[in-house]
């Protein structure tokens, strides 16, 4: 058997047609922010490629890039501003932030209705507890990569390895929301090929290259690989990748996605979606902040 990849490049575009036909529809052009400090140069090609991807579907871009000295109180003084501009649709301050900033803070700082990377802890509860609200761009992306591949997921045992807040946690919450039976494992589960090899969807966010062998697959399973590894330079000098499940799983499964060119398409298109989704919500009256608050169900911003 030879698994069928389940390439991200056509169901990214897919997103983002309807991503572009659903921005046409709405009175304004939602606009993305982007907040960067300092020159990590893997910060600055991601920020370029949301920035240039946004524009692609018609939708506003602006990075704001601040230098690495800048203060916590001036970072926040930005967001508060950005937050309260009415043509701002969604806000996201890249990461890593440098030392001297407390990311945690500052993620909060940000409004949950603009909140395009979706790590607000107000989003995060609106995950869990199944009410609409932005969920982080991995995850969701990866759920738009198996419905365009018609990949079943209801009723299916996913078995997901990795438990960290912007991959594994949320994928979990996606996955039950989808009638899908979830189990996470983690570097503290023993014999971690026991759950893998119940798995019919296998889904993989570690970053341990090859981690996954093929007896640690199912016959048949659908597997996606979240994992990025720097593996090496090649002879062009650019960098080698591998994924977090060894190539051999192909034959072992019935779909895999690549790595590079899997789910990490899925990520920024998500991105700009979940732009179109705020800027919707606020257009429609349903953000947080304008949710009308009823003694007991306030929400606090
Ligand atoms: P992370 O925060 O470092 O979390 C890694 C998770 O893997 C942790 O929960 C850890 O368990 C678990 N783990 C580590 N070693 C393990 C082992 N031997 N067996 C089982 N579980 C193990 O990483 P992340 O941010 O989720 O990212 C994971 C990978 O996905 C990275 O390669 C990253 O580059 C990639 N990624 C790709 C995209 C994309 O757009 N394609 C987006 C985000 C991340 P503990 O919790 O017990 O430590």
Known sequence: MS???LAGPPAAAALLVEARRR????GRVPE???IRLGDD???LSYVTLKNRRAQEVGLGSTVHALPEATSQAELAALIARLNADPAVSGLLVQLPLPGHIDSAVILEAVSPDKDVDGFHPVNVGRLW???PGLSPCTPAGILALLEYYQ???SGQHA???GRSTIVGKPLAALLLGRDATVTLVHSRTPD???FTRQADLLLVAVGRPHLISPEMVKPGAAVVDVGINRVGVSSSGKAKLAGDVHPDVMEVAAALTPVPGGVGPMTVAQLIMNTVLAAERMQAGQAIGQTIEQPGTAVQR
Request: hydrophobic share 60%; glycine share 8%; net charge positive.
């Open 159 to 161: 078995v997901i390895v």
């Open 41 to 43: 140069p893997a910060s």
């Open 192 to 194: 971690l090929g026991s």
């Open 3 to 5: 698994a069928r990849l």
């Open 32 to 34: 993305l922010h982007v």
């Open 151 to 153: 990949i079943p997921v």
């Open 129 to 131: 507890s199944g009410s």
């Open 23 to 26: 921005a046409a529809l709405l």
